[in-house]
């Protein structure tokens, strides 16, 4: 009796196969973006130099969106897509909240998020597999899934103590967006080939938020690119004048910062790899060196200390995977890392008025914010005050005296304390316990007989290490810096496609045992 033979095209379209040319939808999708970028060029938004740097930018997304339907699978570019626009911030506002007095740091408004579409696309094609019986198993997250679980529980009781309620069903929507990239990203990508665009994708987004950030820099002021996310530059003061911060197309500098901080270690991993182009081995070294020059362009000194920690870190355990002794993995990168700290200082006055200026107070104004917070806990400890209502109660727990009037207006600059104050203490303790499940997860991902794999997942370990070091000391949540979640999510990707890869061993294995 004949059996039905695998279908040659993947339905579900992550499985790394080829498939069939898809002419057609590629020549669709290039004549509806190369009309798409016209008319936009043509409206009263047009005429200017950037409307065509965005022309330009659109007609080679869709070139680049034609070649991958042609070659690869609709819902493999969707993910790939996905993945490469996950921290950018490119919305429609469909209503806007009215104006508040209270910075509370919430959402403009109802927007409509590139991230919904790929959501939609991408869980709707996972649901149609299902209801087809034609999905590939799902891997399993595990215990982080659980404590996932229950911080969506804990954050969903912000009506208790809300001030504003419109503003904290947004960013409870905001906060299920992201968990659900998180589930898709996690239990569905295993595929290689979608890793390593990532992988380029993520370097890719280094080189143009860095060009953007060295023209602020270089224009003093920002560059008209305010309809993608650009905001003024920051100016920090010191003393005899004042330092220009730039922040790209990410606002607050120390935000680019911390994005740089997050994805620092891939560049320098990939550049680490035994087998390896010239050519490649060569874009991966430049993108660590223009990464990290825009890093000292935000002027953010948490990030310089993370960004070393990333580098050593990184550099240790690539090299001791390939067997080099510590001499080599440890005290040259040591040694050269001090010499570069103490060449910058001395020859860049910015850096030294940053480290040696009086700052006016901004480290030492971190402690009565802690303070402030455990107050609100210690009062709100079940319940918290709700999703994006912390400065609207600072003044009811505040603890400052006049040296430090900032506190008054700026949310506690630690992510842990900022998370627990406005879902509770099951909301922080959970939010604990989901990092402790991921990290534990990718500790041993060096072990990995794939070198891109195993080098990927020290890369994406180390950046969420840094990152979870930087939220202690500024305003990073998982609703303020939403890229980690793409990164929490890659740790269960590289062990996916490393249990992929074990499986098709395994199988190629078994005709030949037989």
Not at 234 to 246: N, S
Not at 411 to 427: D, K, P, Q, S
């Amino acid at each position: 009796m004949a059996t039905a033979s695998r279908p040659a095209i993947d339905v579900d379209g992550l499985g790394g196969r080829r498939a069939a040319p898809a002419a057609v939808p590629a020549a669709v999708t290039v004549v509806t973006g190369a009309l798409a970028a016209v008319l936009g060029a043509l409206t009263h938004y047009g005429g200017g130099l950037w409307q065509l740097v965005v022309l330009i930018a659109i007609l080679i997304c869709m070139g680049l969106a034609a070649w991958l339907l042609t070659y690869r699978q609709f819902i493999q570019l969707v993910a790939i897509l996905f993945a490469f626009t996950f921290p950018m911030r490119l919305n429609v506002e469909l209503w806007p909240f009215p104006q508040i007095r209270v910075r509370s740091g919430m959402p403009p408004g109802v927007a409509l998020w590139h991230l919904d579409l790929f959501l939609l696309i991408l869980w709707t094609d996972w649901f149609v597999d299902v209801c087809l019986h034609r999905a590939r198993p799902s891997a399993r997250i595990g215990p982080a899934a659980r404590w996932l679980g229950l911080m969506f529980l804990a954050a969903a009781f912000f009506p208790v103590h809300t001030t504003y309620l419109p503003a904290s069903v947004m960013l409870y929507v905001e906060f299920l967006r992201y968990g659900l990239a998180f589930v898709y990203l996690a239990k569905k990508v295993d595929s290689v080939t979608v890793l390593r665009w990532m992988v380029y994708g993520i370097c890719a987004q280094v080189w143009i938020e860095s060009l953007i950030a060295w023209a602020q820099y270089a224009a003093g002021g920002t560059l008209g690119l305010r309809f993608l996310g650009e905001t003024r530059l920051r100016e920090e003061p010191v003393e005899g004048g004042a330092i220009l911060r730039t922040g790209a197309l990410m606002g607050h500098p120390n935000r680019f910062a911390e994005w740089l901080v997050l994805v620092g270690p891939y560049p320098l991993a990939m550049a680490l790899q035994r087998r390896l182009s010239l050519s490649a081995r060569a874009f991966f070294w430049a993108t660590f060196v223009v990464l990290n020059v825009s890093l000292i362009l935000t002027f953010s000194r948490a990030g310089w200390v993370c960004a070393a920690f990333n580098a050593l870190a990184t550099y240790h355990l690539a090299l001791r995977r390939l067997g080099k002794p510590i001499v080599v993995s440890l005290w040259t990168p040591l040694i050269a890392g001090v010499a570069v700290c103490v060449f910058l200082i001395v020859a860049v006055e910015e850096v030294r008025a940053r480290l040696f200026s009086d700052d006016r107070g901004s480290t030492f104004a971190r402690i009565p914010q802690f303070v402030t917070a455990l107050n609100m806990i210690a009062h709100r400890p079940f319940f918290g005050v709700g999703l994006g209502s912390y400065s609207a109660n600072i003044h009811r727990f505040a603890n400052f005296d006049g040296r430090y009037l900032s506190t008054l207006y700026f949310r506690v600059h630690n992510g842990l304390l900022l998370w627990t104050a406005e879902t509770g203490v099951l909301g922080g303790f959970s939010y604990l316990m989901f990092w402790f499940h991921n990290l534990k997860k990718g500790w041993g991902v060096w072990r990995l007989k794939d070198d891109f794999l195993a080098l990927t997942g020290i890369a994406t370990v180390i950046g969420l290490i840094s990152w979870w070091i930087k939220s202690m000391y500024n305003i990073h949540s998982p609703l303020t810096d939403y890229p980690m979640w793409m990164h929490a999510a890659m740790i269960y990707v590289v062990y996916n496609c490393a249990a992929r890869l074990q499986r098709e061993q395994d199988a190629a294995a078994a005709p030949a045992a037989t």
